[in-house]
């Protein structure tokens, strides 16, 4: 792997053309553009008018006969009743805090899994990945009751009398430190990989244990840190459950949610919903997460070989 | 890990503690008077934010937003100047005088509303919980923690709130008030035990639609409404042949949700039959729904395959408005909706059977309701008088897509001339109109028992009355 | 590099006694195992404590309605002890979903961990665009499943759905995709393998990219074959991704509900019902939290069983080929 590497681009050029090569193309591109279709298939939608897409019989490509820029333009401006600008900055910060603290949550754990040796560790991690096995479905109205009930804040006395912090920003907040298991997991396995001898050699040199997790582990890490990213900020910006369910102010929403409302309002009750904006909606959301996976995906094919493990 | 195991113990104590507080303080709150509950908490302890705001002497009541009336959330005034600009911008006409058309429906409609509540030093604050699934998922956790609006709104969970005692019941003035001069299709579905828990402004029922284009190519007269199951049979079948797949009869929509109970449910009522008993417990297998499941049947033949039966209501319509279906029974808007799709419609009372009588059930109704919780009582049964005052009402006969509720003006010789249609809806909204019951335990299980079944005689040749003397039975164990 | 090889090599082989249960020197052990523990109780106790009260609270309180008869949110709470239970193992509602969850879920899981490792062998040649490969195939991992069953709804339709569309022109019939439990599943599974192929490509890519190369070249030396390398080098290094990958897609697979509830609702006649639909059904639906709560615990016990099984077994065979491997390795450069 190393000498294609460092080997010259016309040599590459060269390569493409292999039959092996040629197949992985025709595979891959051919795969993915199945995987794409429904993507595609939104995309052309939204150049609909809701009268043409509700009277009309689409083909495998649905193409306007007169198509609009209306829907793409309300996603752009939104509506007097959605601020789109305002959710997407909410958004962000919301993902941007969630990622630093599942990254360095995972980090940290990962490493006191995978390196230290002390009892009832494995119980204790597979405690930890049990927690994973239940439906989510099941806590959404406890945790609504325990911010509801959260001592001293939002009105409450030990437990009652407010709103706890339900509809505050401590919502967004407040998961930010607990443990991020899955990326834990995954950290833990990748460490156990590396040779103990790295950690050894650092000690050698007075490294404390910090320095060994951000110095020595953290830049072998830096695909499964990527990794951890791209899925934690894409969770955290599509959840739409966490601002629906224990906010309500407007100053609150972010842009999932912001576009549910559009949705919902576009499908008022009783009336044809308006499929065109909705599915131009729902797109939208999708986008500045693409955004930020094309941005990510690159350091996790950085792979060790350039990252300085072989010296 | 010891210090954890005890952690955990208290953490359980705890836990049952809370949970046995939770639903005792729950049901002592449902039999205290309503009196003593508002008393006890005028104090608006928990209030975030917009609070500090409000002017003393101004109670401000926070108020869910529907959909069809919807402006955007936060305190009402904010939001007219947005939603203003926003109709400018698209040059749409923002005058509105009563008695003529209306271009700004949900403005006017919120303006009238601020107006009439300001007299009475009421501010209203909206705020959006969505509607359906995610509306009712935010209402249960809302109930439970106590931390719920004024008024809150919903269509087919909220008789079912009422019966679980969430819901504060309209004053005695009021309901006799309503129930004088208020057509029952607004607040039928919400009476339980003889008090009213609820009310929607401008509730629809269904009507038998058709597209009389459709209708005319099978040779039948397009202009001559049908009134027995029988001509209903007839015709969808004489239009099916001519449509030769390109088109079939339709009739209507009859998928194993509300969407589709909501609809035939107006068949259902016709026949004598219906899906409970007073108590909430089954009433699949009378003789009655035996014989509307057999006309569903025969209108299934009607159909393109799976298109009744179809999960996504959405589906339906599509077809409605792709002149693939000539007879529909649905709501009211399929007027308003028919002059953008271009389709010349049809309206007329759902067909009768033999021995049937004019019945229907309300449908695409926000049932407006004042929960138990609810910090501000008064002020909140302010707003739902002002839903039915005559300007109000007014707006919505101007509007023809629904119905006013308000009799004075529905009964209007004015109304008649104006909106022929709609006062064909009207009158249906004024005789025999119900809800969908609500079963005394495990309502959505029994539910979709019934739904299957319905299905099941439906697309299968199995014996109608077996299979729904099938589901009663199974029912029966999960409704106890 | 050779030399370097050899390095990591000891080093594993120094390791393997710390790394394993089974360690020889005991009291080094559990002097490690002191200064350990410390530095572990300080990196955890805080993250910890805070999970415990955000996670750990919400979930025993879902545990532990499952003691209870509670339905209907204005109903006080009873206790009953073991009835939720004992019902779900009676009524076929119940077990039957749970056992739907489990073959959906087995199936999803295999099928997207084969393709997403098929995937990610193609894309960790040095081929001419690979970023943009990785990214489409992730593109449906990104997409929301309310809007993309919506999607998957609107191709699917019976009357007017775009693949009943092509069907027809073909000359075929049309198929009434929603009342055949066979489609239905298909359609769910589908749905969720478009979803899953690209994320568990991405992994296993980040799994193959930190596969020692030097252990690739030795190989080379060794006159390993491309079979060789895969059966020798490759699969044994991706051992700790794998075990991760296979368990928490399984956790997820096993917990797929949103595209049955958007796609097939459960039917035809309740059918393709999984249980944490169900469970949905009877939080949201029936306000009976004390099923709910029940079927949670089994639900996760069960899978829980299943995941420490596979760990264990995983990790036990891990220590076993790597250090076979090593054996036989070190003796040779020996």
Known sequence: MSQTIKSDFSKRIAEQFKPKYLLAHLVLLGVGLVLLYPLIFMVLAGFFTKTEFMTTVLGLLPIPKAPTWDNYLTLFNGSADAAIRKYFLNSTLRTVYATFWALLTALLAGYVFARLQFRGKN??????????????????????????????????DIFTGGTGILDTWWVYLIGGPSINIMGAFLVKQSIEKLPYELDEAAKMDGAGT????????????????????????????????????????????????????????????????????????????????????FFFQKYIVQGLANTGIKG | ???????????????????????????????????????????????????????????????????????????????????EKEYADAGVSLDYTPGSPVETFPLQYQKIMSEKLKAQNIEVVTEDWGWGEPLIQKQTAGFLAKNIPDIIVGETQMPGFAQQGLLEPFPDDMAADIRENVSPAAWKPMEVGGKIYGLAAQPGVSNLFWNKKLVKQAGLDPDKAITTWQEL?????????????????????????????????????????????????????????????????????????????????????????????????????????SKTTGIDLGMAPIPLSPSGKPANVTIGAAFHSVPVDAKQKEAAFAYIKAMYSEEIQQLVADSNTRSPILKKIGESKEYQEKHPEMYLHYQAMSGDVTGLPTFAKDNSKAWQMWGEAVVKGIMTDGDIQGILDDAQKRAELVTR | MISNDGKTVDAEMQRLPIAG???????????????????????????????????????????????????????????????NYVRFFQDPLYYQALWRSMWMGGLVTSITLVAGFGASLLMNLPLFGKGVYRSIWYIPAVTSTVATTQIFNILLDTNNGVINNVLVSLGKEPIVWQYSVFWGVFWIVVYSVWKGVGGAALIWLAGLQSVDTALYEAADIDGAGRWGKLMNVTLPGLKPIATYIVITSLIGAIQIYEQVLFMTNGGPYGQTEVLVFRIYRDAFWDFNLGMAGASSLIMAVIVFTATVFYYRWSTESDRRTTSNRNRRRGGKRA
């Not at chain 2, 500090?52 to 959909?67: C, F, M, R, S």
């Not at chain 2, 297998?285 to 298109?307: R, Y």
Request: hydrophobic content about 45%; overall charge positive; charged content about 15%.
């Open chain 1, 210 to 293: 910090l320095r060994i997790i951000f110095r020595i582990l953290l830049p072998l890490q830096m695909p499964i840190m990527a990794f951890i990213s791209i899925t934690t900020a894409l969770a955290t910006w599509n959840d739409f459950i966490t601002p629906f369910f224990y906010t309500s102010s407007d100053s609150l929403q972010t842009l999932p949610a912001a576009i549910t409302r559009l949705s919902s309002a576009a499908a008022s009750p009783g009336a044809v919903p308006n499929w065109p904006l909705i599915i131009t909606l729902s797109l939208g959301t999708t986008l500045p997460a693409l955004l930020l996976f």
């Open chain 1, 123 to 156: 119980t204790l991690f597979l405690a930890l990945l049990g927690t994973q096995m239940i439906p989510a479905t099941i806590a959404l109205i406890p945790t609504y009751l325990q911010f509801a009930r959260w001592p001293f804040a939002g009105g409450n």
């Open chain 3, 21 to 83: 249960n089974l360690g020889k020197s005991r009291w080094k052990r559990s002097k490690i195992g002191r200064k350990d523990g410390l530095i572990a109780a300080i990196i955890l106790t805080p993250m910890i404590l805070w999970w415990l009260v955000l996670s750990g609270f919400p979930t025993l309180f879902g545990f532990v309605l499952g003691f209870f008869e509670w339905i209907g949110i204005s109903d006080s709470p009873k206790f009953v002890w073991f009835d």
């Open chain 2, 233 to 337: 049979r007839d015709n969808v079948k004489a239009v099916t042949e001519a449509g030769k797949g390109k088109f079939y009869g339709g009739g209507v929509y009859a998928a194993p949700n509300f969407g589709g109970y909501l609809r035939y449910g107006a068949l259902i009522a016709i026949n004598g039959g219906s899906f409970a008993d007073e108590n909430g417990l089954p009433a699949f297998n009378s003789p009655q729904n035996a014989e509307t499941v057999a006309l569903l049947k025969d209108l299934n033949a009607a159909h393109p395959p799976g298109l009744m039966v179809n999960n996504n209501e959405g589906s339906y319509f599509d077809a409605w408005n792709k002149g693939q279906i000539a007879y529909l029974i649905d709501g009211p808007w399929r007027v308003q909706e």
């Open chain 2, 1 to 83: 890990m010891k210090n954890r195991k005890i952690t955990a113990l208290v953490g359980t104590v705890m836990l049952v503690s809370a949970l046995s507080a939770c639903g005792g303080g729950g049901s002592a709150k449902v039999g205290a008077p309503p009196g003593a509950a508002t008393g006890g908490e005028t104090k608006p302890a928990g209030e975030t934010g917009s609070k500090a705001e409000t002017t003393p002497g101004v109670t401000t009541i926070k108020v869910l937003n529907e959909g069809a009336v919807a402006i955007g959330v936060g305190k009402l005034d904010d939001l007219f100047a947005v939603k």
